[in-house]
């Protein structure tokens, strides 16, 4: 009888699930109040992603459920007893934008394949501005140039009195030492957020580190919500994601294959030689500029690659013959057979099998998951990352040097099923972006090698061992773009033929 009493209890203690509008009613309910998604996101202490995935089909839970049940019903009350017809359009330029267009994440299932000439331009899903075609269902620039700075432009300017922020901000400090004010566009998002955290610690500068670390992952967030601003495609944070990108147990994988570099030369040639140890720096925030699947997953069997697409692939690896001189692209792996990869390792296998490299038959497709893709979808956030990185390494400043890189690390680490970032599950794009970040490391040794290098080692994202004069291939220097010694040692035997 206790157990049942027990029950008894824990079913009082349940009680029904708060009543939300279909999704469509929750937009239409905000953008007849003319509330942008970021003030409905404040007010309710989430991100503007989150109220997009909400406003796209998913619901909150529990106390957040009842908060925006809260807010739809004071909503639709005031709204209903308006003076003004509730049918009456907005003039506000936020939700004109929302209102634009189908949903991309939807696209029509007959422009599968095609890339389809528009009549007249439509908005482009990134950066707003027109575009006249319109591939997978997603109206976009084909030439990534057309879409790169754009999304500044894209956006009307800010209701206020204050001028809008130049695209490099002054460095002037904050005096209301206040993170993420507002408008401060997304390089015044860090410089505020640093400024903060110092104030709140009285300029020490390992407790403000400290605390900044510990919100890299919610502020990189904002960032991104921040750097999508202007663009007509939201980033949904929860869509259908198959079986093979979850977890099989909650301590394991899941089933895709980064293709990640554990590779060490096995015979150096006869001689002593001096190794240096390049460290390539920011490897991860380079990676964020890679094809990435706009929209929901779709299967797909017996199919060539589609280059306008992106996901992960079930393929048959070629046979690899260079492991003497150059790692295999698909990483160190102990099992023969098909495995699921992404589509930056599919691309460079590709790549390497055309008639300009030769070095391996080309790989075979058994399956797919994927979406009509683009490689500029975080390319904002990833020029504002980089910008800021470069100048705190030019100022000497590092609190926000390592806040910047802590933004990115965990940005992608945590996007896939981490309990660290709770607005954003898109395990295929963790995978593509780490693969992306290991197939750039692979690149670079095909470059030494192909310069006259000798390729000593390669692993993780980036580690790269050569011997030679690097310095006439690879530019030195703390940038993205450039590279610095790690280490140096000697390696070898003056006895030929001796493996070391």
Request: glycine residues 6%.
């Amino acid at each position: 009888m206790r157990d049942l009493d027990t029950i008894d209890s824990l079913l009082a203690s349940v009680g029904p699930q708060t009543d939300l509008p279909d999704p469509e009613a929750r937009r239409t309910l905000r953008e007849q109040a003319q509330l942008s998604k970021a003030q409905v996101a404040r007010a309710l202490g989430v991100s503007p992603s989150t109220v997009s995935a909400w406003e796209a089909g998913r619901n909150p839970t529990s106390e957040m459920r009842v908060k925006y049940a809260y807010l739809l019903d004071g909503l639709s009350a005031k709204l209903t007893t308006d003076t003004k017809p509730q049918t009456e359009p907005t003039a506000e330029p936020a939700a004109a934008d929302a209102a634009a267009a189908t949903d991309p994440a939807s696209p029509d299932p007959d422009s599968r394949d095609e890339v389809e000439i528009l009549t007249a331009p439509e908005p482009c899903v990134l950066c707003g501005h027109p575009a006249g075609q319109r591939v997978q269902g997603f109206t976009q620039h084909l030439n990534p140039a057309e879409c790169q700075d754009s999304t500044a432009e894209a956006r009307p300017a800010p209701l206020t009195t204050q001028p809008a922020p130049p695209s490099k901000p002054p460095h002037a400090k904050n005096p209301a030492h206040r993170a993420f004010q507002e408008p401060t566009g997304p390089a015044g998002l860090i410089h505020a957020a640093v400024e903060g955290a110092l104030a709140e610690h009285q300029g020490d500068v390992e407790a403000a580190t400290t605390a900044l670390l510990k919100k890299a992952i919610p502020d990189a967030m904002r960032l991104l919500d921040e750097t999508r601003k202007g663009a007509r495609y939201d980033v949904i944070a929860h869509p259908w994601i198959p079986d093979i990108l979850k977890k099989q147990t909650s301590r394991g994988t899941d089933q895709i294959w980064e293709a990640r570099p554990k590779w060490t030369r096995t015979e150096l040639p006869p001689g002593v030689h001096e190794v240096t140890a390049l460290d390539i720096n920011g490897a991860y925030l380079s990676a964020l500029k890679t094809h990435l699947p706009l929209g929901q997953l779709e299967h797909t069997t017996g199919m060539p690659h589609d280059r306008r697409r992106a996901g992960v692939h079930l393929i048959t690896p070629p046979t690899w013959e260079h492991d003497a001189y150059l790692p295999n692209p698909i990483g160190e792996r102990d099992e023969p057979g098909p495995l699921w990869v992404t589509e930056p390792t599919l691309r460079l296998l590709l790549r390497l099998s055309s008639p300009k490299y030769g070095l391996c038959d080309a790989p075979e497709v058994h399956e797919s998951y994927t979406s009509g893709a683009t490689e500029n979808l975080l390319e904002k956030f990833r020029i504002t990352l980089k910008d800021a990185r470069d100048t705190a390494i030019a100022d000497r400043d590092a609190v926000t040097l390592e806040y910047v890189k802590a933004m990115y690390a965990k940005f992608v680490s945590t996007m896939g099923e981490s309990n660290y970032n709770r607005e954003l599950y898109r395990p295929d794009w963790m995978h593509i972006i780490r693969s992306q970040a290991f197939a750039n490391l692979w690149t670079k040794a095909l470059k030494a090698h192909d310069e006259g290098l000798t390729v000593v080692r390669a692993m993780g994202t980036d580690e790269l061992h050569v011997i030679g004069h690097w310095r006439r291939i690879f530019p030195e220097g703390r940038k993205v773009t450039e590279v610095k010694v790690k280490d140096l040692y000697t390696a070898g035997t003056d006895t030929p033929g001796e493996k070391q």
